[in-house]
């Protein structure tokens, strides 16, 4: 059974940026695809980041440019670097492994959760 805790969310202003982490135990978590997803009061779980094997990272389309998905095998850790951070960012950031080694934006594309951690940017 694959856990994964997330860490790192706060209360930014505004143009700042956090940085996520998400600890996975269990599991074989060298080749495993993980993704960041987001919830926010009233909306549906919406697609952040995917990190395949390769390493290479895919994202939203309005994440581009200002945040980075990036995994450490070593520390079976997957980070969200988010910069450039807005309002409209803040939400419960939730973190998400597959049993698949290719990265995917879809929820159901995941088999496990954390139980997020809390984003709030103030203008």
């Known amino acids: 059974q694959v856990q994964l805790v997330e860490s790192g969310g706060g209360l930014v202003q505004a143009g700042g940026s956090l940085r996520l982490s998400c600890v996975a135990s269990?599991?074989?978590?060298?080749?495993?695809?993980m993704g960041w997803f987001r919830q926010a009061p009233g909306k549906e779980r919406e697609f952040v980041a995917s990190i395949g094997w390769t390493t290479v990272g895919i994202y939203a389309d309005s994440m581009k440019g200002r945040f980075t998905v990036s995994k450490d095998n070593a520390k079976r850790t997957v980070y969200l670097q988010m910069n450039s951070l807005e309002p409209e960012d803040t939400a419960r950031y939730y973190c998400?492994?597959?049993?698949?080694?290719?990265?995917?934006?879809?929820?159901?594309?995941?088999?496990?959760w954390g139980q997020g951690t809390q984003v709030t940017v103030s203008s």
């Open positions: 269990g599991g074989t978590f060298s080749t495993a695809a």
């Open positions: 998400a492994a597959r049993r698949y080694t290719t990265a995917a934006t879809k929820p159901e594309d995941y088999s496990y």
